[in-house]
């Protein structure tokens, strides 16, 4: 009993600071959508926010919501699957050149790409001044302010997601059935509508609900690209009701039920779906070769210009143009004989006059990804040695615990937050830049909890009873055995959560201000009051810092996001 009494403790205290900083917050929210007021704050029981949701700007803010998410989620299967196909399957130039693509976009942050966007396919932009070239267009025709613009970024950002999730269903498809049909004369794309891809169908279903769900929660985008042209869907609505004056609580915390419903959904289907996943299991034999390569003939050339172009007009320009942009004095696109290229818009954030609010909003920014990224991935690998290694009720809860906000907006978090520290301002936490690091924490740690998961698999039990034997207790353990064992893990998910804690907007956005302000806040900022250009050289900077994090990180390591 005195041996197991510090590992009954242990696991209780992790499951306490989940329920603190993961349950009690969601529990506000939720009691706030039945509140006239903030808790806390007086009020009454009221069903107002719930009866507003029946006006007309809801429904037409819901049918935006659902045509982003039906059209972001095709294009992201499209371009996702496809890919998969190209690289895996095919011989064609370049192939090498897709992943490495789909990966990028997908860690870039949506807000970042969505700027890009609005340089490279807005009015001014080089897709609609190429376009105006032609004698049937007197006016811009593509409108990247509309529904379908934003679903394309979207849509295009998501693909890495999908082919990650995928590549390895694709792949493990035996090649001797591939083969077979196509010695009984079926092409590639019979083949693959007849054997891969329903084979590979419980991936793909998975990719679609994570994709699908992730759409309708969507925000950077939406709020970049939507409002400006009089776009709204459920999150940036919510986000204007928290905004405007008066704050009507009340009816963003119904809008944000809307949206944790949605999440429930997709974490029931999730789990459903990857439990029928495991069902199934592909029998081949020694002589198995991992896939089978098409030779498309003259076909694979204009295959391989196909994708080749998507990567260069899809993913490359944008970007390039963004950079461009941040120095120009007044973005007009490429027209290089009227163009000011300047350094004005980096010096007035290095030497000018918001040196200084930068240089906080860029310490705030480091903070939180580096020191913030440590803490996530400490509390993330205890959680996971309790999930692993202990047969407890309490790993069952923690594992739930810590998968659900992932699935819950950005922005319903932190009005949970937003309130719960209203009310209860535990070590006088809120309006500090802690609260945004333990809303982070809370948001991201299922990535590290999945890192460090298949490490503590690996790591066989009789390890951890030599160490007990010898008398080393808990953290004893965990500092001879355990860490050093777990370094890949360990690394590759600190780097994903420094990535996404960089990448993050709403957070920050509702619970950051004055000396808590983020660096994507004061990019945001800088939009909001119609300063594309500056916002730019913001963009690029945080572009600049993740390849720097994360090139460093994997040369000095050897650990890459991929070794999950």
Known sequence: ???????????????????????????????????????????????????????????????????????????????????????????????????????????????????????????????????????????????????????????????????????????????????????????????????????????????????????????????????????????TQMYLALRGYPYDFTFAAALGMILLLIAVFGVAAQRRLSGAREKYETIAGQGNVTTAEYDLGRYGHVLSAVFLALIVFLYLLPVVTLVASSFQQTFLGFDLEHVEWTLENYLHFFVGSSAETFRLALKNTLLLSGVGGVVGMVLAALVSYIVIKTESVVGDVLDFLTFVPIVIPGLVLSTAYLWFFLNFNVFGLYGTIWLVMIAFTAKFIVYGVRASNSSFRSIGQELEDAANIAGAGLFGTFKRVFIPLLKPGLVSGYLLLFIDYMKSLSIPLLLGAGNAEVIQVLMWRRIANGNAEQSAAIATIIVALILVVYVGTYLLTDVAVTDI
């Not at 105006?132 to 679903?151: E, H, K, R, T, Y």
């Not at 990650?164 to 009984?184: H, M, R």
């Open 1 to 235: 009993m005195t041996r197991q009494l510090p590992n009954v403790l242990f696991r209780w205290g992790v499951l306490s600071v989940l329920l603190v900083i993961i349950g009690c917050p969601i529990a506000f929210f939720i009691w706030g959508s039945f509140w006239t007021t903030a808790p806390g704050l007086g009020g009454t029981a009221t069903l107002r926010g719930y009866q507003e949701l029946f006006s007309p700007q809801v429904y037409s803010t819901l049918g935006n919501t659902v045509a982003v998410a039906v059209s972001g989620t095709a294009i992201a299967l499209v371009l996702g699957v496809g890919g998969v196909v190209v690289t895996t399957k095919t011989d064609i130039v370049g192939r090498r050149l897709i992943a490495p693509a789909f990966l990028v976009q997908y860690f870039l942050p949506s807000y970042i790409l969505a700027l890009s966007w609005q340089f490279y396919a807005g009015p001014k932009g080089p897709v609609n001044q190429v376009l105006l070239a032609l004698p049937m267009f007197d006016a811009p025709p593509v409108d990247i302010f509309s529904v379908w613009g934003i679903a394309l970024v979207s849509g295009s950002h998501y693909a890495g997601i999908v082919y990650l999730l995928t590549k390895g269903a694709i792949e493990s498809v035996p090649a001797s059935l591939e083969e077979a049909a196509e010695i009984s004369g079926a092409g590639l794309l019979m083949t693959l509508r007849k054997i891969t891809l329903p084979l590979a169908s419980p991936s793909l279903l998975i990719a679609t609900v994570i994709v699908f769900t992730r759409l309708l929660q969507s925000f950077g985008t939406p709020l970049i690209l939507g409002i400006r042209g009089g776009v709204f869907v459920l999150a």
